[in-house]
């Protein structure tokens, strides 16, 4: 059975640093576009930043450029996202998410502003940025 367990939240205070973990269960990733996408209270959820299965295409929200990271590990089936310089709007439950393109279906692309690009999604993780 296809899974993705998001691991590595929890409470840092502003300017702080946490790295996501993003596994897969029961696939490889090698042929799987990721994204990586957040959920405020009494928000939409949004995205945030992805990769695509090439690794070669990476795309970030602006709010979170030039802090977060996304990176992945095709042979630990794992998809990171460093995050640094965390603020407070950060707060939020992160999601994992990936989608099925091998080289003949698109392998340069990825997506952060459509939701429903995306075909298998993970639990979550919780996020908080506080003092």
């Known amino acids: 059975q296809l899974q993705l367990v998001e691991s590595g939240g929890g409470l840092v205070q502003p300017g702080g640093s946490l790295r996501l973990s993003c596994a897969a269960s029961?696939?490889?990733?090698?042929?799987?576009?990721i994204g990586w996408f957040r959920q405020a209270p009494g928000k939409e959820r949004e995205g945030v930043s992805c990769i695509s299965s090439s690794g070669g295409i990476t795309n970030y929200a602006d709010s979170v450029k030039g802090r977060f990271t996304i990176s992945r590990d095709n042979a630990k089936r794992t998809v990171y996202l460093q995050m640094n310089s965390l603020e407070a709007e950060d707060t939020a439950i992160y999601y994992c998410a990936a989608v099925p393109r091998p080289p003949t279906t698109g392998q340069h692309i990825c997506a952060i502003r459509r939701k429903e690009f995306y075909d298998y999604w993970g639990q979550g993780t919780q996020v908080t940025v506080s003092s």
């Open positions: 029961g696939f490889t990733l090698d042929y799987y576009a």
